[in-house]
């Protein structure tokens, strides 16, 4: 075998990861459209509307909202419960900080628990042990697109009389025991930021089968008009302007077009990488879950054994990196480590602030998981590198199995 890329050899990978976002004359004649429209906004305009229809229809739920970002999806949602100041709900340590961030920005109380190794996704035994009389809500993200196990994590929301806000920021299309990721709790949220399985550019949009919700979230995005009332100057409770403009709407509208066939492609690609992985020694893919239907793969997650390797985690990460794949070591800080979190003080949100645990031993008590995933083991894919064609995802695997086979080498890299 040639000898790695990091030590002057040849790169296994020689094709460009694919590009993203993906579009053509569709996105472009559909902003022109709007543009010559004159309704640029959602007051004025029927775009955002019929978007909203059709994501409702393709997550089988009877409403969707599109509002200008996932955080502010997540964070109407819970303005939606009307959570009294300081009530506590459970998400995990190994997310995107906006999870946690969009609790805090609801004046509540973000409790970590811990997630499981095998979907690296709230672990409902860990929720449990978690709960107080102050806890309203689960919020389990769907990490990378791996639906989180909606059976357990549903069992103890309704034993505990809980809502289940999704964050389904990775998750659009994923699907557990064949029912669609966003439909299966409370309310659904997903990011349509750039970066995103679905994507325009900055977006959110918000799911939920319970019309009562529906028309306070409608509200909350709306200075606080209610639906189908024609004054515009009728405010009828507390809201602000998080509305999606029409060109957003006017490019998820395309996407959406697109964004079957690239799930399949994507979750296909992650299947074929599952099964190489299993044979690549000092590599493992998240295994095989019952009710696991479908995985939107935004990332595609897998651990590294760095005991086999020999070296840390982000050695063998680098390696890759130059054969030529993107990847990354995933969430390595945990929310509760970054600095906004470990004072404890978030400002105005004194209702957040007040029985929120800033110590970040007790938390890590609480998450082993989440800490040897965040630390040491855990690594990812961008959705990108699934978008390639079966000679792209070759080459993946063939940069991982040189990587183990040389590892011998990679001390030497340091
Ligand atoms: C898990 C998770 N939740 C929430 C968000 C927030 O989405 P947005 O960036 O659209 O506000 C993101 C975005 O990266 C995310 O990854």
Same mark, same amino acid.
């Given at each position: ?18 590009e ?6 569709l996105?472009?004649?559909?902003l ?5 429209s ?5 007051? $004025? @305009? ?7 229809a =059709?994501?409702a229809?393709?997550?089988? #739920? ?8 996932? !955080?502010?999806?997540?964070?109407l ?29 609801a ?6 628990a ?5 979907? /690296? #996704? ?22 990378g ?5 909606m059976?357990a994590?549903?069992?103890?929301? =309704? ?8 964050d389904?920021?990775?998750?659009h /299309? ?5 029912? !669609? ?6 309310? $659904? ?7 995103? %399985? ?5 977006? $959110? ?14 509200? /909350? !995005?709306?200075?606080g ?6 004054? +515009?100057?009728? &405010? ?9 403009? =029409?060109?957003?709407?006017a490019?998820? *509208?395309? !996407?959406?077009? +697109? ?13 074929r /990488? %599952? ?5 690549i020694?000092?590599f493992?893919p998240?295994?095989?879950?019952? *009710?696991?239907?479908? %995985?939107?793969?935004?990332?595609? #997650? ?11 985690r982000?050695t ?7 054969? *030529?794949?993107?990847?990354?070591? @995933?969430?390595?800080t945990l ?11 978030? @400002? ?5 602030? %007040?029985?929120?645990?800033?110590s ?7 998450c ?6 965040? &630390? +040491?083991?855990g690594?990812w ?6 978008m ?9 695997? &063939?940069?991982? =199995?040189?990587v183990s &086979?040389?590892?011998?080498?990679l001390?030497?890299?340091?």
């Amino acid at each position: 075998m040639e000898q790695l890329a990091v030590l002057g050899g040849p790169a296994a990978r020689t094709s460009a990861s694919p590009e993203w976002p993906i579009f053509d004359d569709l996105e472009k004649d559909a902003l022109i459209s709007v543009v010559s429209s004159g309704e640029w906004g959602r007051l $004025g @305009g029927d775009v955002t509307q019929k978007v909203e229809a =059709e994501f409702a229809k393709l997550t089988t #739920c009877k409403h969707a909202l599109a509002v200008n970002s996932g !955080q502010t999806a997540l964070r109407l949602a819970i303005l939606a419960l009307n959570p009294p100041a300081g009530a506590e709900i459970i998400c995990p340590a190994y997310t995107f900080i906006a999870t946690a961030m969009a609790i805090v920005e609801a004046n509540c109380v973000p409790v970590f628990a811990d997630i499981e190794r095998s979907s /690296l #996704c709230l672990d409902a035994r860990s929720v449990e042990s978690v709960i107080t009389e102050r806890t309203i809500a689960i919020m389990p993200v769907h990490l990378g697109g791996v639906p989180a196990d909606m059976d357990a994590l549903g069992a103890v929301a =309704e034993k505990h009389g809980l809502a289940i806000i999704e964050d389904a920021s990775h998750a659009h /299309l994923s699907t557990w025991r064949n029912k !669609q990721i966003g439909a299966l709790g409370t309310i $659904g949220c997903f990011s349509l930021q750039a970066s995103k %399985n679905l994507n325009c550019g900055e977006g $959110g949009i918000i799911t939920t089968n319970d019309t009562a919700l529906y028309a306070r979230l409608s509200a /909350l !995005q709306n200075n606080g008009r209610i639906p189908g009332d024609p004054s +515009r100057y009728r &405010h009828a409770v507390l809201g602000g302007n998080y509305r999606m403009t =029409e060109f957003q709407a006017a490019i998820v *509208g395309c !996407q959406l077009q +697109r964004l079957d066939v690239q799930t399949v492609h994507r979750f296909e690609n992650g299947k074929r /990488l %599952n099964a190489a992985l299993s044979g690549i020694p000092g590599f493992a893919p998240l295994p095989d879950r019952d *009710g696991e239907t479908l %995985n939107a793969y935004h990332l595609y #997650c897998f651990s590294i054994d760095d005991t086999f390797f020999g070296v840390p985690r982000d050695t063998v990460l680098g390696a890759l990196r130059a054969e *030529g794949i993107s990847c990354g070591p @995933g969430y390595a800080t945990l929310v509760y480590e970054h600095d906004a979190f470990t004072t404890g003080d978030f @400002g105005p949100y004194s209702g957040a602030s %007040n029985g929120y645990t800033k110590s970040v031993e007790a938390n890590r008590a609480k998450c082993p998981v989440s800490d040897l995933v965040a &630390h +040491r083991v855990g690594a990812w894919l961008p959705m990108t590198e699934l978008m390639a064609d079966a000679s792209g995802i070759d080459e993946i695997i &063939h940069a991982l =199995e040189k990587v183990s &086979h040389l590892r011998n080498y990679l001390a030497s890299t340091g």
